[in-house]
């Protein structure tokens, strides 16, 4: 078992820059490939950023452009989503997520196996 919890989400202006944090309990962090997901008001959960249970191996989504870096600390049992120019389009919940293998660190949902309550994130213009 695995339980995450985020944090560092808040009010941004256009432009700004947000880390987040994804603390995990339990000792087998390691074992784990991650990632952080995000909903949107009135839309499905999307794919932001993966990383593979060692943190050599990232996958970003498309609109990340190198805004965003995913990264973690094992030692820490810790996962951030650094995120730099930030857009009122970037407004959403954000969600950490731990996969249920060491390997998987896709954009399918289905494929973690524990989650996080979430962090609200919000862009003003």
């Known amino acids: 078992q695995v339980q995450l919890v985020e944090s560092g989400g808040g009010l941004v202006q256009a432009g700004g820059s947000l880390r987040l944090s994804c603390a995990a309990s339990?000792?087998?962090?390691?074992?784990?490939?991650m990632g952080w997901f995000r909903q949107a008001p009135g839309k499905e959960r999307g794919f932001v950023a993966g990383?593979?249970?060692?943190?050599?191996?990232?996958f970003y989504a498309d609109f990340v452009k190198g805004r965003f870096t995913i990264s973690r600390d094992n030692a820490k049992n810790t996962m951030y989503l650094q995120m730099n120019s930030l857009k009122p389009e970037d407004t959403a919940v954000f969600f950490c997520?731990?996969?249920?293998?060491?390997?998987?660190?896709?954009?399918?949902?289905?494929?973690?196996?524990?989650w996080g309550q979430g962090t609200q994130v919000a862009v003003s213009s």
């Open positions: 997520a731990a996969g249920g293998t060491m390997h998987y660190y896709g954009p399918n949902p289905r494929e973690y196996a524990y």
């Open positions: 990383i593979s249970w060692s943190g050599s191996n990232t």
């Open positions: 339990g000792r087998t962090f390691s074992r784990y490939a």
